[in-house]
C-alpha cells in the first residue's frame, strides 16, 4: 500500500502564489505517475496537474501557465507550484498516485484564493 500525505494549503488572496507538497510513503516502487486533482463545492473532482516517474507532464487547460508540477523520486514527493491564483482556483486539492494501475488519494488539503 502507499499512503499520501499533503501540506502548504492555506487562504491567499487572488495574484498570490501557494506550493503544495505531497509525500508518499508505503510501497513507493509501485508508484508510476503522481499528480494533483481538485474539487470545488458542487463540483467533481478533476484532474489539476499529473507528471510520469519519468518526468512527462500534463496539465489542465485552466492552469497552464500558472502552474508547475514537479517531482522528486528518491524523496518520492511530488509538488504543485500555483502562481497567479485565481478566485476560481478555490477547492480541496487531493495528491494521486498511480500504484501498479491502482489509484491512491491524500486525504486532501484545502486551498482558498480571495478577490
Known amino acids: 500500500q502507499v499512503q499520501l500525505v499533503e501540506s502548504g494549503g492555506g487562504l491567499v488572496q487572488a495574484g498570490g502564489s501557494l506550493r503544495l507538497s505531497c509525500a508518499a510513503s508505503?510501497?513507493?516502487?509501485?508508484?508510476?505517475?503522481m499528480g494533483w486533482y481538485r474539487q470545488a463545492p458542487g463540483k467533481s473532482r478533476e484532474l489539476v496537474a499529473i507528471?510520469?516517474?519519468?518526468?512527462?507532464?500534463n496539465y489542465a487547460d485552466s492552469v497552464k501557465e500558472r502552474f508547475t508540477i514537479s517531482r522528486d523520486n528518491p524523496k518520492s514527493t511530488v509538488y504543485l507550484q500555483m502562481d497567479s491564483l485565481k478566485s476560481e482556483d478555490t477547492a480541496v486539492y487531493y495528491c494521486?498516485?498511480?500504484?501498479?494501475?491502482?489509484?491512491?488519494w491524500g486525504q486532501g488539503t484545502q486551498v482558498t484564493v480571495s478577490s
Open positions: 507528471i510520469t516517474k519519468f518526468g512527462s507532464t
Open positions: 508505503g510501497s513507493i516502487f509501485r508508484i508510476n505517475a
Open positions: 494521486y498516485a498511480d500504484v501498479s494501475s491502482r489509484s491512491a
